[in-house]
């Protein structure tokens, strides 16, 4: 017999009450580790789509706009830019790859991006991590398609499958906007790494095939039949969506000091924007900080709730443990020793709460990071974040100790031969 | 050095109402003596200064050897733990403890080692009869959680029992078994035994019999003299 087994035969006593007070503390655990590590986890997710770029030129309406629609893919851009433009932005300083692609188009919900060709040789989706191949090659020719991994395992995809591909990004708003490219099937040749970003869950073209496919638009509008071929584009056929620069840099270093100065350079044209992506994902977290300092402040109010229903909880049993308090008393243990034994109880509690928090955190975790895969192709390491754990599961086991102090001091103060006394 | 418990200018009161002061008393070890006298006359307030769970005002009290009064709580609380046994009217039993754990209590809170407590409290309580010694002991019978309760009281083998009212809840023969129980049990550990008790059939049971009423002054009391004078 010890002070452990008191305390565990008491809370086991009072089973519903601990199990519930115990879950409560759990559910604002995990509420909060979920928030916290996702929170992290998602914009380092987001930092790391923006791969080895350093600026993004497009013609949408807004920095912040362009890098979502540019690298995350939320929509496609809605202004095109000459190549004309493009040649003249490439050739105007000596950048260390540009590369175009263009969008509009899309596979089952999928985004389509028709990508210059150093989008795989020299463009890197997460710095220091070039693009893997888990299957086939890049795409080396007109109408030849590599999918992202997400994309793959979504589509069920596999090399050598044809498909076509819908202008627009294929959902149901677009009504009848929204047609196939039933003309043109294009070969599955490849099948991408992951890479943890937003490219997964797209599939890769040339810019050749895209340019094919909208002039062939046109030419139907103006009457003319057959298929379009390389040779019937013109000058307003060839667009993109976006041009993703890299400056040079000292080997091993990622910034360059001419960023900033080709930044602005590059803003004097008002027909473009310019965009550095990692500022505008700073922005966005500044704008979506606000939402999550709510859901936190949320998870900590009904951590501060649980730690009041251990008080209640315990307080209430209080009225029943008496003669048990005065009877240890009577036995001769020590007052301070049984206030250590209301701590405990109170602090078990805690424990209890915040590892079964732990639980539900990396299962909340593990579906969160499963929805955003799914939904955004954005990969979310569904770990918990050890120092936010720490800091969390400590804060959970001191409150809910904290709860337990006015128990104690009430069973501190139980006089012993009123309690003993035979109940009239 | 032969007291079990020795009590030497005890004064105590309750304010103005009721008034405790003992010149001396003394048990020695194995004597038994019963404490008698009517509801409400103090007897339970004696056990609860002999115990130290109520200050005396001024006087001594020695329990096997040791300075009661004056002592720190701390202090008190292990006299009590290790040489006092307390048996109560309604038992005061942890029901959701087996009869063996709410022994072990006992052999806890004298601070005897954690692994010898299951065997000595087992070892006892199957001498006393309780065969079924692990389930709870609001599944016992009234006279087996009595049984428990006699062997807490007397498992760490204490200088002294202290029983208040032992009996006041049973019927004449239950009580007589009950006092054949608790009397057998401290002969056998050799503990001093005071009962208090209002019961005066309980007198042929005692080699000595204290009145309780000699040494407490009530506002009762102090109207009937003053009326006498």
């Known amino acids: ?424 | 050095m032969n007291n079990a418990v020795r009590l030497e200018n005890l004064n105590f009161d309750y304010g103005k109402d009721f008034s405790l002061s003992i010149k001396e008393l003394s048990l020695n070890k194995g004597e038994m003596a019963l404490i008698s006298g009517g509801s409400g006359s103090g007897k339970s307030t004696l056990l609860w200064l002999i115990a130290g769970l109520l200050r005396a005002k001024s006087g001594s009290i020695t329990v096997a050897g040791q300075r009661m009064d004056g002592a720190s709580e701390s202090a008190a609380d292990r006299i009590r733990a290790r040489h006092i046994g307390m048996v109560f009217q309604t038992h005061h039993l942890l029901p959701e403890f087996s009869a063996q754990d709410n022994v072990a209590l006992a052999l806890m809170a004298a601070g005897e080692p954690e692994k010898t407590h299951a065997a000595r409290a087992r070892e006892l309580l199957n001498k006393l009869g309780i065969e079924r010694v692990n389930v709870p002991v609001a599944n016992l019978s009234v006279g087996q959680q009595q049984r428990v309760a006699v062997a807490r009281a007397i498992v760490c083998k204490p200088a002294i029992v202290l029983a208040d009212e032992p009996t006041a809840s049973l019927d004449d023969v239950n009580a007589s078994q009950a006092m054949d129980l608790i009397q057998q049990a401290c002969r056998e550990a050799g503990a001093a035994l005071l009962c208090a008790s209002h019961d005066r059939a309980m007198q042929s049971r005692f080699e000595r019999v204290i009145q309780v009423d000699s040494f407490v002054r009530t506002e009762r009391s102090q109207a009937h003299s003053g009326a006498r004078a």
């Open chain 1, 1 to 424: 017999m010890n002070d452990i087994s008191i305390v565990l035969k008491s809370l086991s006593s009072r089973r519903l009450s601990t199990i519930i007070t115990a879950a409560s503390v759990s559910v604002a655990t995990a509420l909060l580790l979920t928030m916290i590590s996702l929170r992290t986890a998602s914009f380092e997710a987001f930092q790391r789509g923006t791969g080895t770029t350093h600026l993004l030129v497009s013609a949408d309406s807004s920095p912040l706009t362009a890098v979502l629609n540019g690298v995350f893919y939320a929509n496609a851009p809605s202004n095109p830019i000459s190549w004309a433009k493009y040649q003249e932005i490439k050739n105007a300083f000596p950048y260390d790859w540009a590369v175009p692609t263009q969008q509009g188009d899309s596979f089952r919900g999928y985004p389509v991006a028709a990508v210059g060709p150093e989008f795989f040789t020299r463009f890197e989706p997460v710095r220091g991590e070039p693009w893997q191949l888990a299957q086939g090659q890049f795409p080396s020719k007109p109408f030849e398609i590599c999918l992202g991994s997400t994309a793959a395992a979504g589509s069920g995809l596999r090399l050598g499958q044809k498909v076509f591909l819908t202008h627009g990004s294929g959902t149901s708003r677009e009504g009848e906007h929204a047609h196939e490219h039933a003309e043109y099937p294009f070969t599955v040749v490849g099948i991408l790494q992951p890479s943890g970003s937003a490219h997964d869950r797209v599939l890769f073209t040339d810019l050749d095939s895209s340019w094919i496919l909208h002039a062939q638009d046109r030419r139907e509008r103006e009457g003319v039949e057959g298929l379009t071929t390389l040779a019937d584009l013109k000058d307003e056929d060839r667009k993109i969506t976006g041009i993703l620069l890299r400056l040079p840099t000292r080997p091993g270093r990622d910034a360059s000091a001419a960023i900033q100065q080709q930044f602005d350079t590059l803003r004097r044209d008002t027909s473009i924007v310019v965009a550095q992506p990692a500022q505008q994902i700073d922005r966005l977290r500044s704008i979506i900080g606000n939402v999550d300092e709510l859901f936190i402040a949320l998870g900590v109010a009904v951590l501060l709730s649980s730690g009041i229903s251990i008080l209640l909880s315990m307080h209430n049993s209080m009225a029943q443990r008496r003669m048990q308090i005065a009877l240890l008393r009577a036995l001769g243990v020590a007052r301070m020793r049984i206030t250590g034994m209301i701590l405990m109880e109170a602090t078990l509690i805690g424990c209890a709460g915040a590892i079964g928090g732990c639980v539900l955190g990396l299962i909340g975790n593990a579906i969160a990071s499963g929805a955003l895969k799914a939904r955004i192709g954005l990969v979310v390491d569904p770990t918990l974040d050890p120092r936010s754990t720490v800091i969390i599961v400590a804060g959970a086991i001191v409150l809910s100790a904290l709860a337990g102090v006015l128990p104690a001091i009430t069973a501190y103060r139980t006089p012993v031969a009123d309690n003993l006394r035979p109940q009239a």
